[in-house]
C-alpha cells in the first residue's frame, strides 16, 4: 500500500507479509545488504513479529520497467536493459557460504547444491505432463536435458545472490539526464544463493518477443559492470530455465493460461538447441 504520511515530504510503501511470515525478516536483511550498490527502496521501518509482518518502505519514483518497455524506441530499450544488467551485475557479486536457501538472517537455511535438471526430466515422463504439453514435445524436453544438461554441470555448486524473479515487471525505470535507469528492484522474496544464470533465463524468458536491445543491451550492461557471463549464454539461459517452466506446468491444471504462456517458451527451448 502506499501511504502518504503527515508531515513527510515522500510517501511510503507498506509491505504486509501474508502467504509467507518468515520472509518479512529476510527480505529486510536483503534490502539492508544490498543497499548502496543495487537500486532497492530504503527500509524505514519493519515489525517482523507482527501479525502480520510488516515492513515500511520509501517510495521510490519510477515506471514499471515492462510498461516503460512498450511505449520505448530501440535506442531507449538498449539504455534502459544496458541498466538493468549493470543492476544484475551487482547482485551477483554478492557471495554466500555455499547454494542454498536463505534464512531470516541470509544464513544457508537449506544446502542445495546439486542437479535441479533430472526433476525436470522425471516431470516430463508423467502421463499428466505429457497430456498437458503432448507427448512430441515432452519427449524432445527430456532429450535435451539428456544430451545437454551437463552443461550446467558446474553450476549448481555456485553460491551468488541470485535475484530470482528479475524480470521487467519487477523493476522500476526513471528517465534522468544520462537515459533511463533502473531504479528499485522490487520484490526479494524467492531470493537464494545459486547460480546467477537462473537470473539470465527469467529476463531472457521472452527476449525473442522484444526488440534485439532488449538482450544486447542487457549482456552489454552486464560485461561492463564487470559481470562475466558465460559463453553461450542465451542457450544455456534457456536450459536453466526449464527448472522454472516445469514448477510453472505443475500448475497448469489448475490455471490454463499458464499453459499458453509456458508452451511456447518450451517449444523455442528445444528449437534453439536442435539448429
Not at 545437454?148 to 522500476?172: C, I, M, T
Not at 522474496?189 to 533465463?201: A, K, M, R, V
Amino acid at each position: 500500500y502506499r501511504l502518504d504520511l503527515p508531515g513527510e515530504p515522500r510517501a511510503a510503501v507498506l509491505r504486509l507479509y501474508i502467504a509467507d511470515a518468515a520472509a518479512c525478516r529476510r527480505e529486510v536483511a536483503l534490502l539492508r545488504l544490498v543497499a548502496g550498490r543495487v537500486p532497492v527502496p530504503r527500509v524505514l521501518r519493519a515489525e517482523p513479529d507482527a501479525d502480520p509482518p510488516w515492513v515500511l518502505m520509501e517510495w521510490v519514483d519510477g515506471m514499471r520497467f515492462d510498461h516503460m518497455l512498450a511505449q520505448a524506441s530501440s535506442a531507449e530499450v538498449a539504455q534502459a536493459c544496458h541498466s538493468a544488467g549493470a543492476v544484475l551485475a551487482a547482485i551477483h557479486d554478492f557471495s554466500f557460504a555455499g547454494p542454498g536457501s536463505l534464512g531470516p538472517n541470509l544464513e544457508i537455511a537449506e544446502p542445495m547444491g546439486y542437479a535441479w535438471l533430472p526433476g525436470v526430466a522425471e516431470f516430463f515422463a508423467q502421463p499428466g505432463a505429457q497430456q498437458l504439453v503432448g507427448a512430441d514435445l515432452a519427449s524432445r524436453v527430456r532429450r535435451l536435458i539428456k544430451d545437454e544438461g551437463w552443461r550446467l554441470d558446474e553450476v549448481w555448486r555456485q553460491s551468488r545472490l541470485v535475484h530470482a524473479d528479475y524480470k521487467p515487471w519487477n523493476l522500476l525505470a526513471r528517465r534522468t539526464d544520462a537515459g533511463w535507469t533502473i531504479s528499485a528492484v522490487l520484490d526479494w522474496e524467492f531470493t537464494f544463493s545459486g547460480p546467477p544464470l537462473c537470473d539470465f533465463g527469467i529476463f531472457l524468458r521472452y527476449a525473442e518477443r522484444m526488440p534485439a536491445e532488449y538482450q544486447s543491451g542487457f549482456l552489454d550492461g552486464y560485461r561492463d559492470a564487470g559481470g562475466k557471463p558465460p559463453p553461450d549464454v542465451r542457450n544455456l539461459a534457456r536450459l536453466i530455465d526449464l527448472v522454472s517452466l516445469w514448477t510453472f506446468l505443475e500448475r497448469a491444471p489448475d490455471d490454463p493460461a499458464v499453459l499458453r504462456d509456458v508452451t511456447p517458451v518450451l517449444r523455442a527451448t528445444v528449437d534453439a538447441f536442435a539448429r
